[in-house]
């Protein structure tokens, strides 16, 4: 009887949440606007077709794109395009832009994004 309480105990114990690991969410804001024109030239780089978040925000992460620190998506053409920065980007809000701007807090890499814009 007392092996089968302890067993039962053992077993409730195993299965509480508090022992669950618990992993932190990092999100990372997106802002719809407009980019001057010198900034947008000085994104070291420019990947034409990737017009989607996710796959902006998988190559400013990539291990190849360690400076990055900003994202922009644009949508539109043929498929959008993605800029990666090494500076955070300064913009100016627009809900008509066909721009999404993505600045990464200091020290976040792998970020969620979020707050996508509704194109």
């Given at each position: 009887?007392?092996?089968?309480?302890?067993?039962?105990?053992?077993?409730?114990?195993i299965?509480?949440?508090?022992?669950?690991r618990?992993?932190?969410?990092?999100?990372?804001?997106?802002?719809?606007?407009?980019?001057p024109?010198?900034?947008?030239?000085?994104?070291?780089k420019?990947?034409?077709?990737?017009?989607?978040?996710?796959?902006?925000?998988a190559?400013?992460?990539?291990?190849?794109?360690?400076?990055?620190?900003?994202?922009?998506?644009?949508?539109?053409?043929s498929?959008?395009?993605?800029?990666?920065?090494?500076?955070?980007?300064?913009?100016r809000?627009?809900?008509t832009?066909?721009?999404a701007?993505?600045n990464?807090?200091?020290?976040?890499?792998?970020g969620?994004?979020?707050?996508?814009?509704?194109?």
């Amino acid at each position: 009887m007392k092996l089968a309480a302890l067993s039962a105990l053992v077993s409730l114990a195993i299965a509480s949440p508090i022992f669950e690991r618990q992993t932190e969410q990092c999100s990372v804001l997106g802002v719809k606007g407009a980019i001057p024109d010198t900034i947008n030239r000085s994104a070291f780089k420019r990947i034409a077709g990737s017009g989607t978040v996710e796959q902006c925000s998988a190559a400013c992460n990539h291990p190849e794109n360690t400076q990055c620190k900003a994202f922009a998506v644009r949508t539109g053409g043929s498929g959008g395009a993605c800029l990666l920065f090494d500076a955070t980007v300064k913009y100016r809000a627009d809900p008509t832009s066909t721009y999404a701007i993505y600045n990464l807090p200091d020290g976040v890499r792998g970020g969620t994004p979020n707050n996508n814009p509704a194109w």
